[in-house]
């Protein structure tokens, strides 16, 4: 038999038979609109998220800290120094699993070597206390000591002045002047504007605390040679200045020396070539005892829970679609029973059981086809209605609250109209899988007599 | 002598009822030659059309040999029955069996698709065919606009259309008024003068002047004419 007999006769079939075909059909299209509405939505929340993650950092760094063996918690409080001297001592004794790993030259030259790594900058955080001052006005800070003399090698641009730091300057984030204010400002009186601090003059006071509880103080003034570019990360509320201005200033609110190639550094950034070679080189570094953190291994648990969700959102339509399913059996099993005569003259005017067994394969599947059809289209409007009123409601709510509106609600890719409308058929050859069988083998003397 | 066109012997066919064995056929034993007529009379229940289904391959026996131009229905698969009933037979029934949503037209042309005849030549060979049996005007017809006799007339160019050697009619004038019975008795009588093998069942004692055979069956088994009408005066 040709197919586009085929074709026509099972269409034919259908269209006799118009009311109970539709009535069929509905279940189909509510679940594969559903499939379709659900999927979009899932699509849709996981770019918004992706939107909104954007400024999370930049995606090709590796932020490595040292390990300090199982169990045995001895790091203090996030000092380059801050190490115990058992720790460093046993850090050269051993390299035995759960032994501490730390971040020496000689480490940094081993994460330098692994294929792929652009750079590799130690960074330290500002022991004991700070207040900044310009003027009347004050402020505290994050100040980061940062192992290189360009900071566009962290991928950090400027909007004035530079990013190369010199000895007795720092650089500062575009959100570092806002922070500041008026110690003495009293109720009701206007809040200072925030104040231009590009090649002013900051004056850091430090403090520490001596054996005794004391506060002591140590002033020093520093030039602002250049204010980044946002980035919506750290650096937007950081201090950078040089590694070992900060390693002198830490060695003061310690009182002792520090080695880094001794208690090595407490936290590395590798910068990788390419992004999709991050989570690559985060595992081999995991492999040689350190930690290792970047921010697409968090980007990648958001994307895995919304693959999850996108799966529970079409399994749900799924459900829907089987529901259909067994609607689309009842009724071809009802249409052979109605037909079994039919079927009968079929074969006697030498129908095969192939032929038989095609057309009433077709017809189910020929329902869930023209179900499926619906439901996308449906879906597809669905999903634009909601695209539409969604955006409104949500630019809005961004309007009074601030921050950038997203960009869709429900996002159909072209796939999954297409992956529905297969599904859908392929629900309804399923389905008729079994009544179609049925059909193909009855015995043509006795479907004739059927009554 | 030749090998006769039809070849049946010692054919059974039982079917279990509960417990009991129903005997259709108890051994019969049938030649039926080329380009013949053959009627087969008997009392309802007597196993005719059971024999007829057989013929057309449209059941299989309990034991025993049916050939059909030399080629062993017994022994075929599913696909080869097929084949055959598609090229060798054509059936006309008591009730029709044609397909309501169809037109007449499309109602002849139905068997050719399975034969994979295109489109254009499934019409133009409905139409000659329906012209043939003196419906020409009534192509565009669906059964239910038809009388009886025309609705025969349909059957008999649907078990035409791929032009069979072999026609097989169970009861075909049960369910007509005798004036279009005696219409399709004279088309079968055509068909037959124009070289085919006809085999008729029928209770009608008028289609056997056109008989060249008559086949008496009685409780499953084939008898003479003297044995058949000796019963039949009981
Ligand atoms: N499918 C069947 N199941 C059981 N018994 C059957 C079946 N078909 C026919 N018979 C029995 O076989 C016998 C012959 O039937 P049939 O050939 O239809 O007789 P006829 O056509 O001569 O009236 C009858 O007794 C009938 O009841
Ligand atoms: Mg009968």
């Given amino acids: 038999m040709k197919l586009l007999d085929i074709v026509r006769l099972i269409f034919g079939n259908l269209n006799r038979r118009k009311g109970r075909v539709s009535l069929t059909a509905v279940g189909v299209v509510i679940g594969t609109a559903a499939v379709v509405i659900l999927v979009s939505l899932a699509i849709g929340l996981q770019k918004n998220a992706n939107e909104q993650l954007y400024g999370i950092g930049d995606l090709t760094q590796i932020q490595v800290s040292p390990s300090y063996g199982q169990g045995e918690v001895v790091y203090s409080g996030g000092g380059g120094g801050g190490g115990s001297k058992s720790t460093s001592a046993s850090a050269s004794s051993s390299s035995a699993p759960g032994a501490p790993k730390l971040l020496t030259n000689k480490a940094l030259e081993d994460l330098s070597a692994i294929p792929g790594v652009m750079a590799v900058i130690p960074r330290d955080y500002m022991m004991g206390g700070l207040t900044l001052k310009y003027h009347r006005l004050e402020s505290g800070s994050n100040v980061i000591g940062i192992g290189t003399d360009d900071l566009s090698s962290l991928g950090l641009e400027a909007t004035q002045g530079g990013?190369?730091?010199a000895h007795g300057t720092v650089i500062i984030g575009p959100m570092v002047a806002s922070n500041f204010y008026d110690p003495n400002q009293r109720p009701g009186q206007q809040t200072p504007a925030a104040p231009d601090l590009y090649?002013?003059?900051l004056t850091f006071v430090f403090i520490k605390y001596d054996q005794n509880g004391n506060e002591v103080h140590k002033t020093l003034t520093y030039r602002v040679s250049g204010v980044l570019a946002q980035t919506q990360g750290e650096s937007d509320w950081s201090i950078y200045m040089q590694l070992d201005d900060l390693k002198v200033l830490n060695e003061w609110a310690m009182g002792r020396r520090i080695n880094y190639n001794k208690d090595g550094y407490s936290l590395v950034i590798v910068k990788v070539d390419n992004v999709n070679n991050v989570l690559d080189i985060t595992d081999q570094i995991t492999a040689m005892g350190y930690q290792a953190y970047t921010p697409q291994s968090f980007v990648k648990g958001i994307n895995n829970f919304y693959l999850v969700l996108q799966i529970i959102f079409g399994g749900v339509g799924a459900i829907a679609l089987l529901v259909a399913a067994i609607g689309i059996a009842n009724t071809m099993a009802m249409a052979i029973l109605e037909r079994t005569r039919e079927i009968g003259l079929m074969k006697a005017v030498g129908a095969t059981n192939r032929d038989v067994l095609s057309i009433f394969l077709g017809e189910a599947a020929g329902i869930g086809f023209l179900g499926g059809l619906g439901g996308v289209l449906i879906g597809w409007l669905a999903g634009y209605g909601i695209n539409v009123i969604a955006l409104v409601y949500l630019a809005q709510q961004s309007a009074s609250q601030g921050g950038t509106p997203p960009s869709v609600a429900v996002s159909t890719p072209a796939w999954l109209p297409v992956f529905a409308l297969v599904f859908a058929t392929l629900i309804g050859l399923a389905s008729g899988l079994y009544p179609a069988l049925r059909a193909a083998t009855l015995v043509p003397v006795q479907a004739l007599k059927y009554e | 002598m030749q090998t006769p066109f039809i070849r049946i012997s010692n054919l059974t066919k039982h079917f279990q009822m509960g417990g009991t064995t129903v005997r259709a056929?108890?051994?019969v034993d049938l030649d039926i030659p080329q380009?013949?007529?053959?009627v087969v009379m008997?009392?309802?229940?007597?196993?005719?059309s059971t024999l007829l289904y057989l013929l057309g391959g449209l059941d299989r026996p309990t034991s025993g040999q049916i050939a059909v131009n030399g080629l062993r229905l017994d022994e075929m698969d599913e696909n080869k029955l097929a084949l055959f009933r598609r090229q060798t037979v054509g059936f006309m029934f008591q009730s029709f069996n044609l397909i309501q949503s169809m037109t007449a037209e499309e109602n002849v042309g139905f068997p050719?698709?399975?034969?994979?005849?295109p489109s254009k030549e499934r019409t133009r060979r409905s139409k000659v065919l329906l012209e043939q049996v003196g419906l020409a005007d009534r192509g565009g017809h669906k059964p239910s606009e038809l009388s009886g006799g025309q609705q025969q007339r349909v059957a008999a160019a649907r078990a035409l259309v791929n032009n069979?050697?072999?026609?097989?009619a169970d009861e075909p004038t049960g369910n007509l008024d005798t004036t279009s019975g005696i219409g399709i008795m004279q088309l079968l009588a055509d068909l037959h003068q124009s070289g085919r093998a006809v085999l008729v069942v029928t209770h009608d004692p008028r289609m056997v002047r056109?008989?060249?055979?008559?086949?008496?069956l009685l409780d499953g088994k084939v008898v003479s004419e003297t044995e058949y009408r000796a019963a039949s005066l009981e």
């Fill in chain 2, 35 to 38: 380009k013949s007529f053959t």
């Fill in chain 2, 25 to 27: 056929l108890d051994g």
């Fill in chain 2, 164 to 168: 069979p050697n072999l026609i097989l």
């Fill in chain 2, 210 to 216: 056109f008989a060249t055979h008559k086949v008496f």
């Fill in chain 1, 163 to 165: 990013v190369v730091l």
């Fill in chain 1, 199 to 201: 090649d002013q003059q």
């Fill in chain 2, 112 to 117: 050719m698709q399975f034969a994979g005849i």
């Fill in chain 2, 42 to 48: 008997g009392p309802s229940g007597s196993g005719k």
